[in-house]
């Protein structure tokens, strides 16, 4: 894994990465009605796209996407998440989304993106993940949305949350 402190985030900024970065947060404005970070707000795409990007990048809750393929892959994971996984920026981007939950676990989650998908966002979601290296944590209170472009075609799926308890190996 890259060292998350010699990580360089600026390296990384492509027209496409910030224009989903700014989707995310109107997207979230969109569905919900509040703000993903403060002072991020509905009218993202007036914002600097790099800053935007940074402020996900570097916020202390857990931000994620995934694009809308068959077998959806992230293509934004801030630090947080980054560390919580156990993945570096190069090995999260692109990576099958349902590899971050366990294998018997995997049709709960597509039952909670089925309803994201038809219903927009929601925000009551719990669950078990497992990180790149087997291990296992439960989040809670996490918002899932459809992440949409300016003219609303859903371009791919957001998560958020800060609640997540750390499991015993046979702990459920």
Known sequence: MEQQDSFNFANCLTPQLTSMCQAIVASY????HRELIAGLHSNAYDLDPSIVTEQLFEHNAVILAHNT????????????????WEYSWTEIIGLPSRLTAEPDLRPNREQLL?????????????GIRVSK???????????????????????????????WTHLKADQS
């Open 133 to 163: 290296s087997g291990k296992r944590f439960r989040i809670a209170q996490a918002t899932v949305w459809n992440v949409v472009d300016p003219t609303g075609k859903r371009i791919g799926q957001a998560a958020t949350f800060n609640h």
């Open 29 to 32: 404005h969109h569905w919900t």
């Open 69 to 84: 393929a068959p077998d959806p892959t992230f293509v934004f994971a801030n630090r947080t998440a980054m560390t919580l």
């Open 114 to 126: 089925n309803r994201v998908r038809d219903f927009g966002f929601i925000d009551d979601y719990s």
